[in-house]
C-alpha cells in the first residue's frame, strides 16, 4: 500500500513537470508568434512609402531601386508576400519590372536553394513563391518535384507554379502529363492552371483535342468552351462523332456556339441525335444565329418527342421574323386538339401577352402585330387583339 | 525709422524657385523635397546631403533649412519624379533614424510636377508647413488643381491604392469605396465624373451598383468595370446593366488611363 502511493506521488510528480514543459513550449510558441507579426506590422508601416514607390514607377522605364534600408528575414518575408500580391494583379512591364526586383532583391536565387535543399514543406513554399515570381529556370526542378509527388492539395501548388514558370507549351503539356497520371478527372482546373502560363492557350487546347487520349480532349474542350471563334468550331467538328457521350457533347456546345453558319447536312445530323440536350442546343443554335433558310427544319422540330426541343424550337421560330412565326401558328392550328397543339397554342398566347407589355422596343413591337396578326388568321379567335402601331 | 519684418515663408519661396529655375535650365528636371524638421544642424545636413547623393550620383543635391519655419528643402538637379521620389525615401529614412522629421515629407518634380510658379512653390511649402505632427508619410505636390473626379470601388487594397496613386498623379481626384453600398453612398453624396468598379463586390455587386448609378444619373459613359471577371456573359450582362466599358484583371493601368480619358475627355 504503501509503495503503491509512493509510485502515484512520483507519478503525479512526473505529470507536473511534463504540464509545465509543455506550457513553456505553448507559451513559447505564442511568443515567437506575437514577435513575428509585431515586427510584420512595425515593417508594414516602414515599407509603405517605397511600396507606393514601387506602385507610381512599376510602369515607368527607369528600372526599381532596392529598398535604401537593410531587410532581416521576417521583413523579407513581408516584402516577398506584397511584392507576390503586385505580380498577380498587373500585366506587361509592371509584372516585369517587379519579377526583376525580385531577382535582385535575392529572393529568386533564395526560394531556388530552398526548392533544392530544403525538407518537404519548405520546398513547397520555395514552389509556391517561385510560381509567383515566375522563373523560369525553377521548371526543371519543379517537374521533377512533381513527378515524384502523391496526390493531394500541394500537387496542385506545384503543377500551379510549373503553369506560372512555364518556359513553352512544352513545359506546361509535361505538367499536365503527370497530373493526369494521378486518374482523377481535374479538368476544370488544370484549365485554370494552364490559362495561367504565358503560352497561346487557344493554339495548346486546340492540340490537345487533336490526341487520341480522351482526358486530353476533355482538357482541351474544357479549354476552347470560352471561345467563339470560327476557327474553334472547325477544330471540335471532328468530336462531333466522338463515341464518348460527354465529349460529344461539350464538342457540340463549342462547335454550336462558335460556329456562323451551320451546314444543312449538319443541322439535319444533329437534330437526328439520341439526346435531346444535343437537339436543344441545334435548335437554340439556329435561333440565336437567325437562320430563317432553316424554318423547315424548325417547324418539324416542333413535333418532336421531347417537349423540351419542341418548345426550344416554338420560341426559336418566334425569332425568326414573319415566316417563322406563321409556321409557328400554321402548325399550332394543324395540331388543334392534340396535346402537343394545346401546348403550342397556350405558348403563343402567353407570348402575345408578354409582347404586349413591350411596345417601347421596335423589334418586340413588331414581333408581336405578326404574331397577333398569324394568330387571328390561322387560330381563328372571335375576340379582337389590337396592333400596336 | 523703417521698421523691416523678414518674411521667411516668402524669401525661401524665391530662393527654391532661383534654384529650380538654375537647375531646370541646366538638365531636364528638378526634383523638390520638403520636410518639416527640427534642430537641423550643419553636421546632419551634411549627413543627409552625403548619403542621398550616396544613392544617386546622378543627382547634383543641395540642402536648405530654415530656422523660422523649420522645414528642410532639398533641391535635385536632374531629378526626376521616380528618381526625387526614390530619394525622399533615403532622406525619410535618415530623419526618422536621427528623430528630426517631424511631419508628411512632400515630392515634386518640375516640369513633370506641374510649372513651377511663385504661388505654386509657396503653395508647395505651406503643404509642408501644415503637415507638422501629422504622419511621417510621403505626399506628392501637383501644381494643376483636380478638375475630374473618380470613384474606384474595389475590395481589393492593393488595386485601389494603385490606382488611386497613379489617377492622383494625374490630375484626378480620386475618391475610393470597398464595397458597393459604400461606392453608391459616396457617389450619391460627390456626384464623381467616372466610377470604376469591380463586379464582385459586397453588399451590392457590381451590376447592381451600375444599375442604381444608371438610375441615379443616367447620364452614359458614366462606370468602367475592372473585374478578373473574364466570361463573355458577365461582360454583356455588364454592358446591358450600362457599363461604358470592360477592363479585365490582371491589370493594364495604361489601358486603363486611356479609357478614363477617352470617357472623361481628359486629353
Same mark, same amino acid.
Given at each position: ?25 505553448? @507559451?513559447?510558441m ?9 515586427t ?12 507606393t ?18 531587410l ?10 506584397r511584392?507576390? #500580391? ?42 509556391y ?9 525553377a ?18 501548388? =506545384? ?10 507549351? %512544352? ?27 504565358d ?10 483535342? %487533336? ?10 474542350l ?8 470560327? $476557327?474553334?468550331? *472547325? ?12 465529349? %460529344? ?16 447536312? /449538319? ?15 441545334? /435548335? %437554340?443554335?439556329?435561333? #440565336? ?14 413535333? #418532336?418527342?421531347?417537349?423540351?426541343? &419542341?418548345?426550344? *424550337? ?23 386538339? &392534340? ?16 409582347? &404586349? ?17 398569324h ?15 | ?14 530662393? !527654391?524657385?532661383? @534654384? ?6 541646366k *538638365? ?8 518639416p524638421?527640427?534642430?537641423m544642424n ?18 547634383s ?51 513633370? *510636377? ?7 512653390i ?13 504622419d511621417? #508619410? ?9 478638375? $475630374?473626379?473618380? !470613384? ?11 490606382i ?30 467616372? /466610377? ?13 451598383? =451600375?444599375?442604381?448609378?444608371?438610375r ?20 454583356s ?10 477592363? $479585365? ?14 470617357? $472623361?475627355g481628359?486629353?
Amino acid at each position: 500500500m504503501y509503495i503503491n502511493i509512493e509510485v502515484a506521488i512520483r507519478f503525479l510528480y512526473v505529470l507536473i513537470v511534463l504540464n509545465v514543459a509543455f506550457a513553456v513550449v505553448v @507559451y513559447a510558441m505564442k511568443i515567437k508568434n506575437l514577435k513575428r507579426t509585431r515586427t510584420e506590422r512595425r515593417f508594414e508601416v516602414k515599407i509603405k512609402d517605397y511600396l507606393t514607390y514601387i506602385l507610381i514607377h512599376i510602369e515607368g522605364k527607369e528600372p526599381l531601386n532596392l529598398p535604401p534600408f537593410p531587410l532581416n528575414k521576417a521583413e523579407q518575408k513581408a516584402m516577398q508576400e506584397r511584392l507576390n #500580391d503586385i505580380i498577380e494583379s498587373f500585366t506587361g512591364t509592371a509584372r516585369e519590372k517587379c519579377m526583376e526586383l525580385c531577382r535582385r532583391l535575392g529572393l529568386v536565387q533564395d526560394h531556388l536553394d530552398r526548392l533544392k535543399k530544403g525538407s518537404y514543406s519548405v520546398k513547397i513554399d520555395a514552389a509556391y513563391h517561385l510560381g509567383c515570381m515566375r522563373v523560369q529556370e525553377a521548371v526543371p526542378a519543379l517537374l521533377k518535384l512533381l513527378q515524384t509527388h502523391k496526390r493531394n492539395s500541394s500537387l496542385f501548388v =506545384i503543377a500551379r507554379s510549373i503553369a506560372k514558370c512555364a518556359r513553352d507549351e %512544352q513545359d506546361v503539356q509535361e505538367m499536365v502529363q503527370i497530373v493526369l497520371r494521378h486518374n482523377k478527372g481535374f479538368y476544370d482546373l488544370l484549365v485554370d492552371m494552364i490559362k495561367e502560363a504565358d503560352i497561346d492557350h487557344g493554339a495548346l487546347f486546340a492540340e490537345f483535342i %487533336q490526341r487520341e487520349s480522351h482526358e486530353f480532349i476533355q482538357i482541351g474542350l474544357c479549354g476552347l468552351k470560352d471561345y467563339t471563334e470560327p $476557327t474553334v468550331a *472547325s477544330t471540335v467538328y471532328r468530336l462531333i462523332e466522338s463515341p464518348d457521350r460527354t465529349i %460529344q457533347y461539350k464538342a457540340m456546345e463549342i462547335y454550336l456556339k462558335s460556329v456562323h453558319f451551320i451546314p444543312r447536312n /449538319v443541322v439535319q445530323k444533329l437534330l437526328r441525335h439520341p439526346m435531346d440536350e444535343v437537339r436543344v442546343l441545334t /435548335v %437554340q443554335a439556329i435561333a #440565336d444565329l437567325k437562320l430563317a433558310r432553316y424554318i423547315d427544319v424548325m417547324r418539324s422540330a416542333l413535333l #418532336d418527342e421531347s417537349k423540351r426541343v &419542341s418548345d426550344a *424550337s416554338a420560341k426559336g421560330l418566334l425569332l425568326l421574323g414573319e415566316g417563322g412565326i406563321a409556321q409557328l401558328c400554321e402548325v399550332a392550328a394543324e395540331a388543334r386538339g &392534340s396535346e402537343r397543339g394545346e401546348y403550342l397554342h397556350m405558348l403563343i398566347e402567353e407570348q402575345i401577352k408578354s409582347l &404586349s407589355l413591350q411596345p417601347h422596343d421596335l423589334d418586340q413591337l413588331t414581333r408581336y402585330n405578326s404574331l397577333v396578326y398569324h394568330y387571328e388568321k390561322t387560330l381563328g379567335k372571335n375576340k379582337r387583339i389590337y396592333r400596336v402601331v | 525709422m523703417a521698421v523691416v519684418i523678414r518674411n521667411s515663408i516668402q524669401e525661401i519661396t524665391l530662393q !527654391l524657385l532661383q @534654384y529650380i529655375h538654375v537647375a531646370t535650365a541646366k *538638365s531636364a528636371s528638378c526634383g523638390v523635397i520638403l520636410a518639416p524638421c527640427a534642430h537641423m544642424n550643419p553636421k546632419t545636413l551634411e549627413q543627409a546631403k552625403g548619403l542621398m547623393s550616396k544613392n544617386d550620383t546622378s543627382l547634383s543635391v543641395q540642402l536648405v533649412y530654415d530656422d523660422a519655419i523649420q522645414v528642410l528643402c532639398a533641391v535635385l538637379e536632374g531629378g526626376t519624379l521616380g528618381g526625387t521620389h526614390y530619394a525622399s525615401l533615403v532622406l525619410k529614412d535618415f530623419l526618422q533614424t536621427q528623430h528630426l522629421l517631424q511631419g508628411q515629407l512632400r515630392v515634386s518634380s518640375f516640369p513633370e *510636377s506641374g510649372k513651377p510658379t511663385e504661388s505654386a512653390i509657396a503653395a508647395f511649402l505651406q503643404q509642408a508647413i501644415q503637415s507638422k505632427g501629422n504622419d511621417a #508619410d510621403i505626399h506628392f505636390f501637383m501644381t494643376a488643381n483636380a478638375e $475630374t473626379s473618380v !470613384l474606384i470601388a474595389d475590395p481589393d487594397d492593393l488595386v485601389r491604392e494603385f490606382i488611386k496613386i497613379r489617377l492622383e498623379l494625374k490630375g484626378y481626384r480620386v475618391y475610393e469605396a470597398k464595397d458597393g453600398q459604400e461606392a453608391y453612398d459616396v457617389f450619391v453624396r460627390l456626384l464623381p465624373d467616372l /466610377v470604376i468598379t469591380e463586379l464582385n463586390l459586397p453588399i451590392l455587386d457590381g451590376y447592381q451598383l =451600375i444599375r442604381s448609378i444608371q438610375r441615379h444619373d443616367s447620364n452614359e459613359g458614366k462606370v468602367i468595370v475592372l473585374t478578373d471577371n473574364q466570361l463573355a456573359g458577365n461582360r454583356s450582362r455588364a454592358y446591358e446593366s450600362g457599363a461604358a466599358d470592360y477592363v $479585365t484583371k490582371p491589370l493594364s493601368i495604361s489601358e486603363l488611363e486611356w479609357k478614363i480619358k477617352r470617357l $472623361t475627355g481628359n486629353h
